[in-house]
């Protein structure tokens, strides 16, 4: 990911729908993938990333540079996404168990590697469903982004010690579903 | 260290390869020894970092969302157009309410100031007139320090106001 001039960024917090575009265009790929991760429903991850671009467009003028662009933007995402997956969980529990598929077969597999595309694709969202969504966050940005756990901190502003461990809760889970043996201690 | 504890960093710092050369070497020794933690290893390599490998990104409908967003933004400009000037007014007055906020804390100081050096009863001697003066000052920064990091408190965090609505 290229950074995205401090110029773009201030015609954007003016208004310049096309310098935001830019924005949307640059990081469109990482917020859509972590908020589908999280949210896991087609639907609803693109009520979340809109929500996300819109908080980003909306709050630019108050960014003052103090972070990265891109983590600024990675909290957004992370946090819109991990709010709307607890308040999924809450109320939707349910749906939710029975629904996750949705996001998962995308499109009907044609050739051997499409099919091992969608076994992976159900094995991760299986692994994830097995989490909580402060554990899942976790995992997405260790496993599937490649941050480091002092990244993962700052972008969830949380210790670094909360990161490992959830991150070591969310692998005794995914451990003990594979081999029930494993349960949680 | 005990095979527990080796398993707590297995799960973390050495699956994420986060550790120390010497912390490494440590684990590595324990895991070559133990059949036990071995095992814990593979599995743990097996069901919590291979299926992750060369996952496929998903994504979503990079056009579809930005139609939505570009008519929200549209919208949104056209309601702002009337409500931009009582927003505007709104921040105004909360400068002017700094401002004020700063003057009463100097007026303030000012008055603590002149009744330490009126009030001091007379007759007493120099040194204890030191005394209190000193413990009054030293009460007067606590204050102003005070005031001082109530203002700032809303300044830090994240560098944006957008975390007031995670935190
Ligand atoms: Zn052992």
């Not at chain 1, 819109?80 to 598929?101: C, M, P, V, Y």
């Not at chain 2, 139609?67 to 409500?83: F, L, P, V, Y």
Request: aromatic share 8%; proline share 2%.
């Amino acid at each position: 990911m290229s950074e995205i001039s401090g110029d773009i960024v201030n015609k954007a917090a003016k208004g310049d729908i096309k310098a935001f575009e830019s924005i949307y265009r640059e990081y469109f790929e990482f917020v859509a993938n972590v908020v589908l991760r999280i949210v896991k429903h087609t639907d609803d991850a693109e009520d979340v990333a809109q929500e996300v671009f819109m908080t980003i467009y909306r709050n630019l003028k108050t960014f003052r540079g103090e972070s990265a662009l891109k983590t600024w933007i990675y909290r957004i995402a992370i946090n819109t996404a991990i709010n709307h997956a607890k308040k999924l969980s809450r109320e939707f529990r349910q749906i939710l168990e029975h629904g996750n598929d949705k996001a998962v077969a995308h499109s009907p597999p044609e050739d051997e590697d499409a099919i091992k595309n969608q076994e992976n694709k159900k094995m991760i969202a299986r692994l994830l469903d097995a989490l909580n969504p402060d554990q899942r966050a976790c995992i997405v940005l260790r496993n599937l982004e490649g941050l480091s756990y002092q990244e993962i901190a700052e972008n969830l502003n949380i210790p670094i010690n909360t990161v490992r461990s959830r991150i070591k809760r969310a692998r005794e889970a995914m451990m003990s579903l594979s081999i029930p043996r494993y349960t949680l201690s | 260290m005990k095979c527990k504890e080796i398993q707590e960093v297995l799960l973390t710092d050495y699956l994420d390869g986060m550790m120390n050369e010497q912390n490494r070497r440590e684990a590595e020794a324990h895991l070559s020894s133990c059949v036990y933690c071995k095992e814990f290893m593979e599995i743990a390599m097996e069901s919590t970092v291979e299926p992750f490998k060369n996952a496929p990104k998903l994504s979503l409908s990079h056009e579809k969302i930005w139609q939505r967003i570009k008519e929200e933004i549209i919208s949104e400009e056209k309601t702002a157009a009337g409500a931009g000037f009582l927003s505007e007014l709104a921040s105004s007055f909360k400068n002017i309410f700094a401002v004020r906020m700063a003057l009463a804390s100097a007026i303030v100081a000012v008055i603590v100031v002149a009744a330490v050096v009126f009030l001091n009863p007379v007759g007493q001697n120099q040194t204890v007139k030191n005394t209190t003066s000193d413990e009054s000052i030293q009460y007067l920064a606590s204050i102003i320090d005070e005031l001082s990091s109530t203002t700032t408190e809303e300044e830090e965090g994240y560098g944006t106001e957008i975390e007031k609505y995670f935190l």
